[in-house]
């Protein structure tokens, strides 16, 4: 099968063997998937993986021992988990003690022709949700993630930093609970989504911290996102790090201390919430889509996705 994979380098592999059983007892064409910052930062040395990237994908189900997955369009939970630990047990079982994570650690992703996962990581698509709309399911999860983690009741300072594909998720999802959200970035064509949204944007060139915002959420993938975070969240706000990246820097962690700042790293989301959101129509994805580029030229693809201001970029199989 052809490939994307990382060792070092990128290299497109058009003779990749087939996942072996060992991967998930489903196999699944894939049909599309959507290049995210993760992948980018994992080419810089992010998680130290070697081996097929991605983790966000729509595919058909060829083989399964869940006969009613058989033929059906897919998207697939990124962990593969034990399912046995303490975590597991616990409910956490996206923090499995033995987990995998597909495309970033111990299982090979989803820019190939073929994927072997778990049958129980497979959610079957609704009609309405086309392969475009699906390959944002998993970073869409992500981003409701963030209301399962803060209140945000009586909150009226709320700012998204970064206005990349996962700002402008989180944004739109903070905005169906009615949160008074604003999205400071630095690329005016991604800001004019959010008036077409109407969700208050604005340059950061135009930004002077004040320290008086309730709630900051970091989703710059850059450590200077955190940096400007701290100068921006007031004494007993909160802050939560959505961005992961390879680079690492000091940082004065000091006024988490002396201003009391609540400090909340966040994840993976529940794909239903997702799911749902996008059948219904209370997402917008499509105006997020840069390009549509086939799996023969995911080199290019890659270094699109690269640029500073391109959203979502995503890889065909056909």
Known sequence: MRALTFNQSLALDSRRPDPPLSDGDTLIRVRHAGICSTDLEITKGYMAFCGVLGHEFTGTV???PNKNLLKQRVVGEINIVCGRCDLCVAGLSSHCRKRATI??????????????????????????????QATF????????????QIKL?????????????LGLLVA?????ANCPVRVIGKHLQNLALCEKWSIRSRPLADIVPRHDQDVVVDCTGSPAGFELALQ?????????LKSTCAAGKPLNLAPL?????????????QFKEAIIALAHKQIDVVSL???RIKLDQALEAMQMAARPGVLKVILTME
């Open 62 to 64: 060829l083989e399964s």
């Open 103 to 132: 495309g970033i650690h111990n299982h090979d992703g989803c820019f190939a022709d073929l994927l072997r996962l778990p049958a129980v990581n497979l959610h079957i698509l609704p009609d309405s949700i086309d392969d475009d």
């Open 137 to 148: 399911i998993e970073p869409l999860a992500a981003a409701f993630q963030v209301l399962k």
């Open 153 to 165: 009741d009586g909150r009226r300072w709320v700012t998204v930093l970064g206005d990349g594909r």
């Open 172 to 176: 739109q999802v903070l905005q169906t």
């Open 232 to 240: 921006m969240v007031r004494p007993r706000g909160t802050i939560v």
């Open 257 to 269: 201390v002396i201003d009391e700042i609540t400090l909340i790293g966040s994840r993976c989301g």
């Open 289 to 291: 889509i840069h390009r």
